[in-house]
């Protein structure tokens, strides 16, 4: 069974290429969703982030979400430091989860791929693209926030042109291109791939 990475920039919409692949029976692995759920159930993971954010980082055992961002929102340090935590456990998380797949391959989804080094565990890595305008229209509309807000957690992000020639695929959201078509022919592609390596 092959492992593919899904990733893209902030608003790229990966995880409408993600559903897609998933109507057609492919698991998918989401990073962030999974992260959110390990930061509050691993307990060394727990105590990690308690030893480097205080113990405000937890309120009744739940991770204080907006406490954490507040410390690493404008902070690359400690931005880093939280990553430098979560990561490697997400990493050990989706390998796992992998293991425990069927079917011609399995996609994990992640803003993050390469900059986590996650992509070194995975056999081919799709990008989704769009143009940086629509990307921050659409996290305007979808978070609630402000034009600025975007273009500032963008800064936190890979370069989009950078982390597309990293892919070995890559999907255009630019609302010209269908979308549903391009992932069917990677679909076929991908499961040809998986044919050969079986």
Not at 5 to 24: D, N, Q, R
Not at 34 to 58: R, S, V
Not at 150 to 171: A, H, S, T
Request: with cysteine.
């Amino acid at each position: 069974m092959l492992k593919i990475g899904l990733t893209g920039g902030i608003g790229s919409g990966k995880s409408t290429v993600a559903a897609v692949f998933e109507i057609l029976g492919i698991a998918v692995y989401y990073a962030d969703e999974a992260a959110k759920q390990i930061m509050n159930e691993d307990d060394a993971l727990k105590q990690e982030i308690i030893k480097e954010f205080g113990k405000g980082a937890y309120v009744d055992g739940r991770l204080d979400r907006q406490y954490i961002s507040s410390l690493v929102f404008n902070d690359p340090r400690k931005l880093a430091s939280l990553n430098a935590l979560v990561h490697p456990a997400t990493i050990r998380n989706a390998e796992n989860w992998m293991k425990k797949q069927s079917g011609p391959y399995a996609i994990k989804e992640a803003a993050l791929i390469f900059e986590s080094g996650a992509h070194e565990n995975l056999d081919y890595v799709i990008g989704v693209s769009a143009p940086e305008k629509l990307r921050i229209q659409r996290v305007m509309k979808r978070d609630n926030v402000t034009e600025d807000e975007v273009i500032e957690r963008m800064r936190n992000q890979m370069d989009e042109d950078k982390k597309m020639g990293l892919c070995d695929f890559v999907i255009r959201n630019d609302e010209q291109l269908l979308v549903i078509p391009q992932v069917l022919q990677l679909h076929e592609k991908i499961s040809a791939l998986a044919r050969v390596e079986a």
